[in-house]
């Protein structure tokens, strides 16, 4: 019942109607006028967030075993592989 109340609600009013039950006493929450926000914000990037947990769950945990195990020695490899970021 409430939720099918708040989807047929304005945004506005959904917004202010948060505020009943505590009461707050700022000008953001005066009825009378919206503050909007000015922190900006991006899009979701579902490919950026999946390349970016691929990268913490798989790469770096193989970086790290490789290194531990003797497979490579990671501050030569990063060398190598990143000569702008940890070149001399």
Same mark, same amino acid.
């Given at each position: 019942?409430?939720? !099918?109340? %708040?989807?047929?609600?304005? /945004?506005?009013?959904?917004? /202010?109607? %948060?505020?009943?039950?505590?009461?707050?006493?700022?000008?953001?929450?005066?009825?009378?006028?919206?503050?909007?926000?000015?922190?900006? !914000?991006?899009?979701? $990037?579902? $490919?950026?967030?999946?390349?970016?947990?691929?990268?913490?769950?798989?790469? !770096?945990?193989?970086?790290?075993? %490789? $290194?531990?195990?003797?497979?490579?020695?990671?501050?030569?490899?990063?060398?190598?592989? /990143?000569?702008?970021? /940890?070149?001399?």
């Amino acid at each position: 019942m409430a939720c !099918a109340s %708040a989807a047929r609600s304005e /945004f506005r009013n959904l917004v /202010f109607s %948060a505020n009943l039950p505590f009461e707050w006493k700022h000008p953001i929450w005066e009825p009378g006028e919206l503050i909007l926000s000015k922190i900006p !914000a991006r899009a979701y $990037d579902r $490919d950026g967030a999946e390349t970016l947990k691929w990268l913490n769950d798989v790469v !770096a945990p193989s970086l790290k075993k %490789a $290194d531990q195990n003797g497979l490579i020695i990671l501050s030569e490899w990063l060398t190598k592989h /990143f000569p702008l970021l /940890f070149g001399k």
